[in-house]
């Protein structure tokens, strides 16, 4: 089993920034791909970034360029850096590990005002 925390979630401006971490705990071995995902109302959930096993990393076309994907290893933490943030990425942020089994946490709400 793996457990996921997230935070950093919030209310901001268009053109502002913001952070999400998502703290991993549990069985994290063999991972296949950690990331981020996004669920807007009325919408599929759909990837935002994540890294996959060979260390690469994948990014929604809408989001190149102003999201950046980490990690740190230690604290086995993934963070996401939210740039330049547009109305349209108003969702709820998800934290996803997949290993044997595909694990979610309880999502982050993140708003971004006109």
């Known amino acids: 089993q793996v457990q996921l925390v997230e935070s950093g979630g919030g209310l901001v401006q268009a053109g502002g920034a913001l952070r999400l971490s998502c703290a991993a705990s549990g069985s994290i071995f063999s991972i296949t791909t950690m990331g981020w995902y996004r669920q807007a109302p009325g919408k599929q959930r759909e990837l935002v970034a994540r890294?996959?096993?060979?260390?690469?990393?994948n990014y929604a076309d809408s989001v190149k360029g102003r999201f950046t994907i980490s990690g740190d290893n230690a604290k086995n933490t993934v963070y996401l850096q939210m740039n330049r943030l547009k109305p349209e990425d108003t969702a709820v942020y998800y934290c996803?590990?997949?290993?044997?089994?595909?694990?979610w946490g309880q999502g982050t709400q993140v708003t971004v005002s006109p």
């Open positions: 890294f996959t096993s060979d260390g690469s990393t």
């Open positions: 996803n590990y997949r290993t044997s089994g595909n694990y």
